[in-house]
């Protein structure tokens, strides 16, 4: 147990952050925002006890008359700082760990001595890094790691004892074990891992109320404490989610990642991020795993238009190529396309795609989205040319390869033999999965590469067929995309009969006793979804409930995909909000939304507290609006032309004819929507009128950028709404709503899209439905220039 006396800031700018996510956390609070002491107790929640354990003293771990050392295994290196900078110079990818567990424990060692001085306003002559060789004979320590001075040797081998009654932990494990040893006195931060160890370090710190909300200078928050005191800890902590990762396209973005992202990353324990666009070396320090992010990456790597990399037997013209070791392929007839070269979809048609019934080739076309399954030989020199690029090519840093299922596999007769879809990407993972694991026997690959499966909604229905026993379910994640899901409801929820019913079904499919996967289930949830369009998006409730419903299914991998790392505005509560529940699911709500907004808008934390949940609801409808609502409107406009008469003007979460009592009305939850938006900007005006800091002066202009976009799209689907939702006796309305959607178009047109994803300049090519806006004004056209001669 830890005893804690802590002094609130005396500045003006003095906030309270609501200590109540120390997990079992019992806290004594002589009232909010209070300039004296505040004594706290904080109980570690222990997940293992040791009845036998010598009986321990209360001691004063660290004070103004209590210095503390830290002790780390430094290796080969003079010093911590020396052993944190050679991250840089560090072969991370040699499977040698000595250099890099030394450089890392360093790393963690000065991390924890910068916040102990904060915490307690110490010098660094007061919090010392020292090696293991150089532990003092008395006084209070930290050891980074397992001791191994041999006047410690009693307690390095109990806390050996304790790892031993953990049962299969991860590398990312931890425990935090208190001791007392004559005249020293401590803690033990040891990991089954360098990457457990660093863990522990934040872990301890956050229990001391340490919080990094925020990828900025003033974006950390920490208390003041006179003391910390310790008493009988013993506790073993593993992260809920194994991994916990912000997933973007490579090939669409390359926004780089600065030092400062990467520090919130690593101090929040997101372990998934992608490779391009940053610092490859401070990211691993970090313990932080690189994906490929690519969702093209089958077609990246084999596609017909590609140079045969052998010397075929019939066009034996280049004796530097490899020998040729496919069978000749029946249907090859040479360089048919006369550029001089082979190319793969020459040599083999019959290895790509084929959307036929038929046992034929298709004929050769510019992009192929998948190869075809039932071709061994295909799937062999797919695998074959992944490995190669972890081995030696431009995946050698990485640690995850990013294999998503195609937009639709091969129709050919053997192919359908194959199984559903999700049989089919399993079938790939298989063959794939199995290279790497050859690879790193032979020697060829040094590090351990995980392989993750991203099924789509075509693979949401399990898998029918039996997966082969030498499966490599060690390293192979299937996450499974929710979208299109609607986040007006829960994931788990009756009531959303039209969206996300199904896919729970189909999850549940999955994770059956007697379904035929066996391995490890993730979820990709599309937080910013290309449908939403840049637009600010909240899900603080829907994640509170969704998050550990997922957990309590058992699914232990969650990506965030399309993750915000610049001009965050709301998103900075979201990454905060999804590294935290990821970490630990049990986490209160209230808890991390409200420190969030109490810390990043002192003074005005009541009205920003109401501005989010306004938003939130504003925008809980998205889905419907900006994903079903185009996906529907040419039908829509369509019976429009045809029958102006025949209008459904009642429509439910896909934007389709609501049929029954049951579904909900999304009519009315549009409405509501449109309110909250008009409530959110007063809020915020109100907000802004204040005189505040420069940084929430700053951070409110974040949220006034987005802010003004969505009331832009929110304005221009209203009026599309209003003219779908209207009866064909109300043409009138229909005018009116056209006359607004010219000047939205116009409007849309001259404002500059906020942070896009999509690569454009500006919001009318980034709302998504310009052609729907253009084709709907021009069949109004003629009306709307009389409606001008009219009004001039």
Not at 261 to 274: A, D, E, K, S, T
Not at 291 to 309: E, H, I, K, S, V
Not at 508 to 537: C, Q, V
Not at 552 to 562: Q, V
Request: hydrophobic share 40%; with cysteine.
């Amino acid at each position: 147990m830890y005893f804690a006396d802590r002094k609130l800031p005396n500045s003006a700018d003095d906030r309270d952050i609501n200590q109540a996510d120390f997990w079992g956390g019992n806290i004594i609070i002589q009232g909010l925002f209070m300039r004296t002491a505040i004594i706290f107790s904080i109980a570690l929640l222990t997940f293992l006890t040791v009845s036998c354990a010598k009986k321990e003293i209360l001691f004063t771990l660290v004070s103004a008359d209590h210095p503390c050392t830290i002790v780390v295994n430094l290796d080969k290196f003079d010093n911590a700082e020396q052993a944190a900078a050679a991250y840089q110079s560090i072969n991370w990818q040699d499977g040698n760990k000595q250099e890099d567990n030394a450089c890392r424990q360093a790393f963690a060692a000065l991390e924890l001595q910068q916040y102990m001085i904060r915490l307690l306003k110490l010098s660094a002559a007061e919090i010392k890094i020292v090696d293991q060789a150089h532990v003092p004979l008395n006084g209070n320590l930290i050891f980074i790691g397992l001791p191994s001075d041999d006047q410690l040797k009693s307690i390095a081998r109990t806390a050996v004892q304790y790892w031993r009654k953990n049962k299969q932990p991860s590398a990312q494990s931890f425990r935090i074990d208190s001791f007392n040893a004559g005249e020293r006195n401590g803690l033990i931060l040891s990991g089954k891992s360098s990457i457990g160890a660093l863990y522990a370090v934040y872990e301890l710190l956050q229990r001391w109320g340490v919080r990094w909300f925020l990828p900025e200078d003033e974006g950390d928050y920490v208390p003041h404490l006179n003391k910390i005191e310790v008493y009988n800890v013993h506790e073993f902590l593993d992260p809920s989610m194994e991994f916990r990762g912000f997933w973007m396209d490579a090939k669409r973005t390359n926004d780089q990642t600065d030092l400062q992202f990467i520090q919130w990353l690593g101090r929040n324990r997101i372990n998934v991020y992608r490779s391009n666009g940053a610092d490859i070396a401070a990211l691993k320090l970090r313990g932080i795993m690189l994906n490929t992010g690519r969702r093209d990456l089958t077609a990246a790597q084999l596609t017909a238009q590609m140079p045969y990399p052998y010397n075929h037997p019939r066009m034996a013209n280049n004796p530097n190529l490899p020998t040729d070791p496919y069978m000749i392929s029946e249907q090859f007839h040479g360089d048919t396309n006369n550029n001089g070269f082979l190319e793969y979809g020459e040599a083999h048609p019959e290895w790509f795609v084929v959307h036929v019934d038929t046992t034929g080739s298709s004929p050769l076309q510019n992009l192929y989205s998948s190869i075809c399954l039932s071709q061994s030989d295909a799937v062999k020199e797919l695998s074959r040319l992944l490995t190669a690029e972890f081995i030696s090519g431009q995946y050698q840093e990485n640690d995850i390869l990013d294999l998503w299922a195609p937009d639709e596999w091969c129709t050919c007769e053997k192919c359908s033999k194959l199984g559903n879809p999700a049989d089919k990407m399993l079938y790939l993972l298989y063959i794939v999965g199995n290279t790497l694991k050859e690879a790193r026997k032979s020697g060829g690959l040094h590090r351990p590469v995980y392989l993750f499966g991203y099924g789509q909604s075509a693979e949401h229905d399990a898998p029918t067929i039996d997966l082969p026993g030498n499966f490599n379910w060690d390293f192979t994640r299937v996450f499974l995309s929710t979208w299109p899901r609607c986040y007006h409801h829960h994931i788990i929820n009756s009531d959303c009969v039209n969206i996300n019913l199904w896919f729970i079904k189909e999850l549940l499919g999955w994770l059956a006793p007697k379904s035929k996967f066996r391995g490890n289930l993730g979820i990709m949830e599309n937080y910013n979804a290309d449908a939403f369009h840049s637009l600010p998006t909240i899900y603080s409730e829907i994640t509170s409930i969704d998050i550990p419903a997922y957990h309590e299914l058992g699914i232990r991998g969650m990506s965030f995909m399309h993750a915000r790392i610049h001009d965050l505005g709301v998103d900075a509560l979201l990454n905060y909000q999804f590294s935290q529940m990821t970490w630990n699911t049990e986490i209160q709500l209230d808890t991390l939304s409200q420190s969030f907004i109490r810390f990043a808008y002192p003074g005005v934390a009541e009205v920003m507290a109401a501005f989010y949940e306004n938003l939130e609801k504003s925008m809980s409808t998205l889905t419907t609006w900006t994903h079903y609502l185009p996906l529907r409107a040419p039908i829509l406009l369509k019976a429009m032309r045809t029958d102006p008469e025949n209008r459904r003007i009642h429509y439910n979460e896909q934007f389709d004819w609501r049929r029954s009592a049951e579904e909900p009305l999304f009519n009315e939850l549009w409405e509501n929507g449109y309110f909250y938006i008009f409530e959110a900007r007063d809020l915020l005006n109100m907000a802004m009128a204040e005189t505040l800091s420069p940084p929430v002066s700053r951070r409110l202009q974040e949220l006034d950028n987005q802010l003004r976009y969505a009331e832009l799209m929110i304005n221009t689907y209203d009026n599309i709404i209003s003219f779908f939702t209207s009866g064909p006796e109300e043409e009138d309305i229909r005018l009116e709503a056209m006359y607004r959607l010219r000047e939205n178009r116009r409007n849309l047109l001259s404002f500059s899209a906020p942070n896009s994803l999509n690569g454009v300049s500006n919001g009318l090519e980034d709302c998504g439905i310009k052609g729907l806006i253009d084709n709907l004004l021009l069949d109004y056209a003629d009306a709307l220039d009389k409606l001008d001669a009219e009004e001039n």
